[in-house]
């Protein structure tokens, strides 16, 4: 079928669709987590005492030792075959974005040629995937070592329906024989434990006994567009690279806001509903959705969860959200900017630390007491914000989230901290030494919940901020949709980490000579913010004024492509914080980066490839069919029609010429192979191919405004984004 008749085919196919039809399951109580492992179907399944030893396991990371893990291994098995199960999979997270499983059947033929079921516990504990595909920055030889998925018992397993039957999915990570990280989790689970220890430290310093294992907690808004597949499948940047390459802009765009949490169109709802009734089965605590800004995008919010099942659980979300969609015949986008001229999507990751003895240690709580923690929690995240900033930016650094980032819609491009007009008077007062006078005196009852209670409304809320503070956590914007969430836990929990480390060592020294507690915690503080405090603004993010100080007078970075983000990886100082918490070894780091920044330079040459093919085989026949056609109407006429034709043919034929000379350019520019190093590979593709693209794609989007409409082979914008 060619470009054209699909383009008005897929009009034809959308306007006489019937929505599908969705069975509706019953009461959420009757469906809610049914199929999952979780704490409540082990305690059915298991006796007392092995219950009482992986409850231990789940909840504060405790080894479980063998023999019990076997009869774990054989209830899971009972309970997963009433499921319907006959395989079952160890699912990981590679250092790409993406979750990687491979299945293997129960089954087991015996001698008398029947079958057995079996899972061992050992079978349950490591698997052997090999998977020596996926790529792992020079971390393992693919010759001379396996990679090996081991069980993490912290995250229920639970039981996949497909159309190919039901598999039983038992969460992992996945490592070298050596026992490297070359997945996503490992240091996610490290990066929890490092803070755990640190928090300890300093909450022990606070006088807490009994404090219990503290955890990190995730909630992730995650936005995504929807796209009928017709138009998706007459696009193939859309199909191949997640984004429009082309695309004149449409008429109307978003400037109305009028698709921002209006009306949820019928379609959608239906997706919606089918969607979120198999993330309850899966015990995925769906809790939000609404409209976004732009026409054609949607977000949704799970109710927040521990982080590393958050994490598992946000991989889950957006497998089951593209597979959803396709039933409903979506393409679902999950890529950061599918549109030029609207809005890109985000992931905004919500995160706090905490437990159920201490409560949310980034909430000021009701007491005098109360509020030093949370300051010195919240101290402590500014500390970290400021000194790995370029950190943070790293973690969400892709060629994807680079169109987003500091365009006017999303976060700039500079990590700072917006606390809020109350908190960051207190933290002012406290470096202007205003606090301490009063600190000397014993117990000082800041009213912190009190003063902060109404800066919680959303209302409130300074948009414009990458990194802000939002009542009871902080809420890292400038996270990217399609990215895996526990990079950025990863940093953050690193950083608070470090910075609690730093704490307790300037406490106990006080506290040795004999300051008080309050007076102490006062004094630390006011020494982070001598240092740190220039990271904490609260005004407009998006101006160029703020730009202009935060380089100048600030001292921060404003780092605006992931070829400038990614080599902070390298930096000394974050190798050293990795390496002092035990989160990320030096040659682990390393891989990291190795992998990052192999991704950005595929991503980008695949589009650059994208560009040359659509422009030359699409974009440029049409725009010669529609001149034949002009030229043949043009014999026909006479006088001032004949000079008026002529001159649109010109300037058609001059913008298809120059389209013809960038793609020329392009195609040049992508030849080029030996580069000195990855950094520089990153560099021409950021200031080379990316700006020839756009180059490409100004002349092409010029042409969709003038060739006739019916020859023009692509959907149009305003066919995508409107029409469902
Ligand atoms: P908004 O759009 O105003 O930021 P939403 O309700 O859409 O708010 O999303 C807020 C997200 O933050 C939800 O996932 C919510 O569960 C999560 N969240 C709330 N409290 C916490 C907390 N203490 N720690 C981590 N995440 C939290
Ligand atoms: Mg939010």
């Known amino acids: 079928m060619s470009g054209l ?25 009757k469906i809610w987590a049914t199929d999952v492992f979780n704490l409540a179907a082990m305690e059915e399944a298991l006796s007392k005492n092995t219950f009482k030893a992986i409850k231990k396991t789940v909840q504060t990371g405790a080894p479980l030792d063998p023999a019990k893990a076997d009869v774990v291994a054989a209830a899971m098995k009972d309970w997963a075959i009433t499921k319907g199960v006959k395989f079952f999979s160890h699912i990981f997270y590679p250092m790409t974005n993406i979750t990687a499983e491979k299945h293997d059947g129960f089954i087991i033929p015996n001698s008398d040629g029947g079958a057995i079921t079996e899972f061992t516990g050992s079978l349950l504990i ?21 990679g090996y998925t081991a069980w993490d018992p912290t995250s229920p397993a639970y039981v996949m329906h497909t159309a190919n039957g039901a598999t039983l999915m038992i969460p992992s990570v996945f490592m070298s024989w050596t ?26 310093l606070m006088g807490e006994t009994d404090i219990g294992t503290l955890n990190s907690s995730c909630g992730a808004e995650q936005e995504y567009f929807l796209v009928d597949e017709h138009f998706a499948n007459a696009r193939p940047d859309l199909l191949l690279s997640g984004r429009t390459l082309f695309g004149a802009p449409p008429a109307k765009g978003q400037q109305f806001d009028d698709h921002y949490f209006g009306v949820i169109p019928a379609r959608v709802q239906v997706f919606m509903q089918d969607f979120e009734n198999k993330l309850y089965r899966l015990g995925i605590p769906a809790k939000t959705h609404h409209n976004e800004v732009a026409p054609g995008q949607f977000e949704i919010a799970p109710y927040y969860e521990a982080a590393n099942v958050a994490a598992d659980h946000q991989q889950l979300l957006m497998t089951l959200m593209k597979s959803t969609a396709k039933e409903h015949g979506f393409l679902c986008l999950l890529h950061e900017k599918p549109f030029a001229g609207v809005n890109g999507s985000g992931k905004h ?34 500390r970290g914000v400021h000194l790995h900033g370029p950190l943070l930016r790293a973690v969400i650094a892709s060629a994807a ?74 809420e890292f914007r400038a996270v990217g949709s399609s990215q895996s969430v526990s990079g950025p836990l990863v940093a953050m929990n690193t950083m608070l980490a470090d910075s609690l480390n ?106 650059t490839n994208l560009v040359v093919d659509l422009a030359s085989t699409r974009i440029y026949p049409a725009t010669v069919g529609y001149l034949d056609s002009l030229a043949s109407a043009a014999s026909n006429l006479n ?10 043919i010109q300037e058609i034929a001059s913008e298809a010429n120059a389209m013809m000379a960038s793609v020329r350019k392009l195609k040049k520019a992508i030849s080029v192979e030996d580069f000195a190093s990855i950094e520089k590979h990153m560099n021409y593709c950021a200031k080379t191919l990316c700006p020839l693209m756009l180059e490409v794609r100004s002349h092409a989007d010029a042409l969709e405004c003038i060739v006739a409409d019916d020859l023009w082979p692509l959907p149009k914008y305003q066919e995508m984004l409107f029409i469902r």
């Open 401 to 474: 989230n680079d169109h987003r980032l500091g365009a006017n819609e999303a976060p700039p491009a500079i990590l700072s901290v917006y606390l809020g007009h109350q908190l960051e008077s207190v933290f002012h007062d406290i470096k202007d030494g205003k606090l301490l006078e009063k600190a000397k005196g014993g117990l000082m009852d800041l009213g912190l919940s009190q003063i902060l209670k109404f800066e919680r409304d959303p209302g409130d809320r300074n948009r414009t901020s990458p990194f802000a503070f939002t009542g009871n956590r902080f």
């Open 502 to 607: 730093w704490i307790a060592e300037k406490l106990e020294v006080s506290m040795a000579n004999g300051e008080d507690k309050t007076a102490a915690v006062i004094t630390v503080l006011q020494e982070l913010m001598e240092l740190h405090g220039n990271v904490i603004f609260g005004g407009d993010g998006y101006s160029s004024e703020w730009h202009r100080i935060a380089v100048e007078e600030r001292g921060l970075k404003n780092i605006p492509t992931s070829a400038d983000a990614l080599p902070a990886f390298k930096e000394e100082s974050v190798v050293e914080l990795f390496k002092s918490t035990g989160v990320l070894s030096p040659a682990e780091l390393a891989s990291r980066f190795e992998v990052y920044a192999e991704q950005y330079i595929l991503s980008i040459e695949m589009e």
């Open 126 to 146: 490591k698997g052997e995937p090999d998977g020596s595909s996926f790529p792992n920055g020079s971390l393992r030889m693919t010759n001379a070592a396996r």
């Open 5 to 29: 008749t699909s383009r008005k085919n897929a009009i034809i196919e959308i306007t006489n669709r019937a929505p599908k039809v969705c069975e509706m399951p019953g009461p959420l109580n």
């Open 349 to 382: 990751v919500n995160w706090s630390v905490g437990n159920a003895t201490q409560g949310n240690l980034l909430d000021p709580g009701s007491t005098p007491h109360d509020n030093l923690n949370f300051l010195l929690f919240c101290g402590a995240v500014i």
């Open 639 to 648: 006088g001032l029609d004949i000079e008026m034709s002529h001159n649109s």
């Open 179 to 204: 026992g490297e990280a070359l997945d996503k989790k490992i240091p996610l689970l490290r990066s929890n434990k490092a803070m755990d220890k640190a928090a300890q430290r300093v909450l022990s």
